[in-house]
């Protein structure tokens, strides 16, 4: 690319507060690949560098990751932004080691990076690539935990409604204030019929 042989610009990226920060490593090389401004004394140091910014924002979001996951694991709660910020993280910086990558192998054809650094970048290509892998499964597994919880949720509605079922029949009845009901005019015998039937149906129900 013909704008290599006058100006380049590095991404330089790291983790800040839960968020990917970007910072440009700009430098102005002559056409032999001499840098002549820039803060760096070589395009090998500044590509270096943006590879070890890299490598460590990498191995901060698999931390938070391995984090969540074991959250998750042990049942603990896990608000759905703490997910998003991962997957976003590991995702970004998938981008920026494919780009690092590329990037890697134009000034390797011209000299300016050695194969090594290339070699290196195309490790973190890997790893980032693995890591955006990983933040989909920690996703995978969220929605899990939380389609089990709605689950167990349903249930217990479910099974609430399903007890009180005799209580509303019992109650129906004896709430037409009908002379003829046996027990009618015995409140607590009545209330303790409805204890009993509730007790009995959600026995019953344990059992099946």
Same mark, same amino acid.
């Given at each position: 690319? @013909?704008?290599?042989?006058?100006?380049?610009?590095?991404?330089?990226?790291?983790?800040?507060?839960?968020?990917?920060?970007?910072?440009?490593?700009?430098?102005?090389?002559?056409?032999?690949?001499?840098?002549?401004?820039?803060?760096?004394?070589?395009?090998?140091?500044?590509?270096?560098?943006?590879? @070890?910014?890299?490598?460590?924002?990498?191995?901060?979001?698999?931390?938070?990751?391995?984090?969540?996951?074991?959250?998750?694991?042990?049942?603990?709660?896990?608000?759905?932004?703490?997910?998003?910020?991962?997957?976003?993280?590991?995702?970004?910086?998938?981008?920026?080691?494919?780009?690092?990558?590329?990037?890697?192998?134009?000034?390797?054809?011209?000299?300016?990076?050695?194969?090594?650094?290339?070699?290196?970048?195309?490790? /973190?290509?890997?790893?980032? /690539?693995?890591?955006?892998?990983?933040?989909?499964?920690?996703?995978?597994?969220?929605?899990?935990?939380?389609? /089990?919880?709605?689950?167990?949720?349903?249930?217990?509605?479910?099974?609430?409604?399903?007890?009180?079922?005799?209580?509303?029949?019992?109650?129906?009845?004896?709430?037409?204030?009908?002379?003829?009901?046996? /027990?009618?005019?015995?409140?607590?015998?009545?209330?303790?019929?409805?204890?009993?039937?509730?007790?009995?149906?959600?026995?019953?129900?344990?059992?099946?």
């Amino acid at each position: 690319m @013909e704008y290599l042989s006058e100006h380049i610009q590095i991404p330089l990226v790291h983790i800040k507060n839960g968020d990917i920060v970007e910072e440009k490593i700009d430098i102005v090389v002559d056409k032999e690949g001499r840098v002549i401004q820039g803060p760096y004394p070589s395009v090998q140091d500044a590509y270096h560098k943006a590879l @070890e910014s890299l490598s460590n924002a990498l191995g901060e979001v698999e931390n938070v990751l391995d984090a969540l996951e074991y959250r998750l694991e042990m049942e603990e709660p896990v608000k759905p932004g703490e997910i998003y910020a991962a997957s976003y993280m590991a995702h970004a910086l998938y981008y920026y080691a494919a780009y690092l990558y590329q990037l890697g192998r134009e000034l390797g054809a011209r000299g300016m990076a050695p194969p090594r650094l290339l070699s290196y970048a195309r490790a /973190l290509r890997r790893k980032a /690539l693995f890591i955006r892998r990983y933040a989909r499964d920690v996703r995978l597994l969220h929605a899990t935990v939380v389609q /089990l919880s709605l689950d167990a949720s349903m249930k217990r509605l479910t099974w609430l409604g399903t007890v009180a079922l005799p209580a509303i029949v019992i109650t129906g009845f004896y709430g037409m204030n009908l002379d003829w009901l046996p /027990l009618a005019d015995n409140p607590p015998a009545v209330f303790l019929i409805l204890a009993s039937a509730v007790a009995a149906f959600a026995y019953i129900l344990n059992k099946i």
